[in-house]
């Protein structure tokens, strides 16, 4: 009986995702084991056939079950060296992406980081980097405001999810391309919000504020939600691919140091200044006869 179970359990999961001519196939051999089941139990006429039948048809559905696992496995060892690659990739776009707000977060918040990635991307932590002001100077080599930095950053973040996407279309499981495509419409669309109102603020000389928290007031929970499902994939396929392959690949994980003190913070006083700076514009704007823009981001 217990390989009965095991044939039965294998042919459910076969049927899972079959073509229609496979799950025609499958229907017709249930329904044979079946009929050779009944002729074999409950007919006395029919009994020897209805045994032997069934234990042909048996032996069938146990020889192709074993040459089918015979070249899954083959096949997956085949696909190792791809599936490695496409691990690399994903992990280094994720790295940068992880790196470039662990900057951040060290930039404005006094406190220590959280120890689970979870834990970081998630609407409590990108709330305490509110106040980041991003007209400070970048820790980078070349003299940049973090302005400009955040642009560079989530242009290079774009590429390097929009080169996933195409290269491997074919290969990605359908769940991973979902999570990298939601990534890229989403999560770095509303990134690149900053730079678009930053350069019309520059244009209109709009006197807008220059912490984070006013430009990235609409994320949501979903958005954070579908990072966290890919690195969880990363690490569950990680583990997977380092058995398979007998190798060491490189982790997802936050960085165990401090890279920045908190420098890029504003204080309170600091944004209580540059809302009442706005405000005051706005107002003016107002009351002005010859007013060039209307108040569109009140």
């Not at 790295?95 to 120890?115: C, G, H, K, M, Q």
Request: aromatic share 12%; glycine share 2%; charged share 20%.
């Amino acid at each position: 009986m217990h390989h009965l179970d095991e044939i039965i359990k294998w042919v459910i999961y076969r049927y899972t995702g079959l073509s229609k001519v496979q799950i025609t196939v499958s229907i017709i051999i249930l329904t044979l084991l079946t009929i050779s089941l009944l002729c074999w139990l409950f007919t006395e006429k029919l009994k020897d056939f209805g045994l032997n039948f069934f234990t042909e048809l048996l032996g069938v559905i146990v020889t192709i079950a074993v040459i089918q696992n015979i070249i899954d496995r083959q096949k997956r060892l085949n696909y190792l060296p791809l599936n490695i690659a496409i691990y690399r990739d994903i992990h280094s776009f994720i790295s940068n992406f992880i790196s470039l707000w662990e900057t951040v977060y060290d930039a404005s918040v006094s406190e220590e980081r959280p120890t689970q990635l979870s834990e970081f991307f998630c609407p409590e932590s990108f709330n305490k980097m509110a106040r980041f002001d991003l007209s400070k100077q970048a820790n980078v080599l070349h003299k940049t405001s973090w302005f400009t930095h955040f642009e560079d950053s989530r242009v290079n973040l774009e590429e390097q999810c929009s080169k996933l996407l195409d290269k491997y279309v074919t290969h990605l499981d359908p769940k991973v391309y979902g999570y990298i495509h939601s990534i890229l419409g989403n999560f770095l669309d509303k990134m690149k919000f900053i730079n678009n109102i930053h350069k019309l603020d520059i244009q209109l000389e709009m006197p807008r504020q220059t912490y984070l928290g006013v430009y990235l007031f609409n994320l949501q929970k979903t958005d954070f939600a579908d990072i966290n499902h890919l690195i969880n994939w990363c690490e569950t396929n990680r583990t997977e691919l380092q058995t398979k392959g007998q190798l060491k690949l490189p982790q997802v994980a936050l960085s165990t140091f401090r890279m920045l003190p908190p420098y890029a913070a504003m204080t309170d006083k600091e944004i209580q200044a540059q809302n009442k700076r706005f405000k005051d514009w706005q107002e003016a704007q107002n009351d002005s006869p010859n007013r060039h823009v209307d108040n569109i981001f009140t």
